[in-house]
């Protein structure tokens, strides 16, 4: 690929980071993952790169090899779902298991859960409290259970509106770079009828990536045509040209998705 | 994890599939996937269990890698995404690579491109015919680019209309064993309240697989509980359990989601 990071990695370090996604009932069908499309886009602003996500089951062995995998590839990984209370909820053994560490109760979880339930706090609920040895907490605006932090790895909560409140806790926490800028094209054209005029785009313009995206709607094809890049004049450019080729082709584009 | 094939597996083989998502619009937070579940509830149509998916980047290397170790792991791979006409659809070229086969131009795909197209065929929409040698086609009853099969290898569409046109057509096509069942009990309660009575329903009978997914409306929190299992039978007691332990507990539960 031509990726939007050629141009700057020969000046800085790129950020990267993957997504374990755990849980039986996105693998299932039952349940839409919204995780994976709100952390990009917060990573993003953090100037970090998600590179890859991956979906497994709640199986110990596939939760730890998905950690194991993805922290020897990139800077940060992070977890979502499977830290509850049931007995389903079996992220933090998996992955204890998989670092090699004991699971403990971590005291200030203990403290926050025993507000939280008052004289109602039981063995169950301070399942919640558990944590690999050493890890620290991310707290939990919405419904006190915090997430936790381990280094690099972020164990989060797999319910969305959870998720991104501790999302919204690391904001501006995590070492990144500069983020990647993206514009869109929006035409009523076929991507194959200009898909030459793409590619050359893309080459002309150093770090800047082209995607193609068509739609079809009510009866017509169209396409929207997104470019990324961390050079914000650079990108200009490019979304100046790729309007110029397609308005001389005799096609109706409009700047941003259609 | 209280495998749901755990009592299936002693007599009977138990198909497994992964899917491979592929597209930096994914990884962007631009697109959100909407293919992972369909997929899931039509593998189990034909009796094969989603095990895995992994989302990559358009990038050779990382398209090529997740392929094969999916191959490695599962008895079919689907894959989704960069099989349309430009740039960056790399999809057959990077799985042509890892699997060590030249790409080809198919004649069937020729012929209804061609048909499709008419006189406006180009080279840009011949590269929707191309495939790795070796390649059977998988029909498109939407847009005419077909997918393409490869033994136990699906590459499919990324828009999700076409992904579902395409697997309509592989419907009963593939050996598979005996679907997962699914019951749903929903209930108005605290998961953390029910958590031990969840995992004795799960303990006491074999082969089913209870999940938790707690939901928090109007400002109160209930749960729905996901029974499954490929065993009618052992699931319709277990489900019968469930309510009648919650009901003993003075929660009021009833059957299907709320």
Redesign the interface.
């Known amino acids: 690929?031509v990726?939007v990071d050629a141009r700057a990695s020969e000046q800085e370090k790129i950020w990267t980071a993957a997504l374990v996604i755990i849980g039986?009932?996105?693998?299932?069908?039952?349940?839409?993952?919204?995780n994976?499309?709100?952390?990009?886009?917060w990573l993003?602003i953090q100037g970090i790169?998600?590179?890859?996500?991956?979906?497994?089951?709640?199986?110990?062995a596939?939760i730890g090899e998905a950690v194991n995998a993805c922290l020897a590839a990139h800077d940060y990984v992070f977890t979502t779902g499977g830290i509850?209370?049931?007995?389903?909820d079996?992220t933090v053994d998996a992955i204890a298991a998989a670092l090699g560490v004991p699971v403990v109760h971590h005291p200030d979880a203990v403290a926050i859960l025993t507000r939280y339930?008052g004289d109602?706090v039981?063995e169950?609920?301070l399942?919640?409290a558990r944590v690999p040895e050493g890890a620290e907490l991310v707290p939990n605006p919405e419904?006190g259970a915090p997430g936790i932090r381990l280094g690099r790895l972020f164990i989060l909560a797999g319910?969305p509106?959870i998720t991104q409140g501790m999302l919204r806790g690391l904001d501006g926490q995590l070492a990144g770079g500069r983020p990647?800028l993206?514009r869109a094209v929006g035409a009523w054209a076929q991507?194959?009828?200009v898909?030459?005029l793409?590619?050359k785009v893309?080459a002309d313009h150093d770090g800047v990536?082209?995607?193609?995206?068509?739609?079809?709607r009510e009866g017509k094809g169209g396409a929207n045509f997104?470019l990324?890049s961390v050079d914000e004049a650079q990108l200009g450019l490019a979304v100046e040209a790729l309007k110029t080729a397609l308005t001389a082709k005799g096609i109706d584009a409009q700047e941003g998705e259609i």
């Open positions: 690929m990726d039986d009932e996105i693998l299932s069908g039952r349940t839409q993952d919204a994976l499309a709100y952390l990009a886009r993003n790169r998600l590179k890859e996500a991956r979906v497994v089951a709640d199986d110990t596939a509850g209370p049931t007995h389903d079996i339930y109602k039981t169950a609920r399942r919640m419904t319910v509106k990647v993206s991507e194959s009828a898909a030459d793409l590619a893309q990536q082209v995607g193609s995206y068509p739609f079809w997104v990324r």
